[in-house]
Nanobody, 121 residues
């Protein structure tokens, strides 16, 4: 089995910072890439930032200049440093790993349960 677990969410004031972490573990053969998404209340899930299969990063327009995505391949961990947070960015932040499990020759998406980020005004 494969598990994806996010952590680091919480309550922060407007203009504050948070660092999210995401760990993929279990019977993993290879991770192609990992990404962060978020879903505000009553809205659709949207991409925040992440890595691509060639190792480059991509960011949503709103994340450019304030958010930084990084990773530690040795322990299958993805990070998201978020600065200058705004109240409208309160959401559940999800991590997705696109990977090949040891039980298959194919790649699949694995999602975490999410971590709540609340930005107070």
């Amino acid at each position: 089995q494969v598990q994806v677990v996010e952590s680091g969410g919480g309550l922060v004031e407007t203009g504050g910072s948070l660092r999210l972490s995401c760990v993929a573990s279990g019977n993993i053969y290879r991770i192609n890439y990992m990404k962060w998404y978020r879903q505000p209340p009553g809205q659709q899930r949207e991409l925040v930032a992440g890595f691509t299969s060639d190792g480059s990063t991509n960011y949503a327009d709103f994340a450019q200049g304030r958010f930084t995505v990084s990773r530690n391949d040795a322990n299958n961990t993805l990070y998201l440093q978020m600065n200058s947070l705004k109240p409208e960015e309160s959401a559940v932040y999800f991590c997705k790993a696109f990977l090949i499990p040891r039980s298959s020759w194919h790649s699949f998406d694995y999602w975490g349960q999410g971590t709540q980020v609340t930005v107070s005004s």
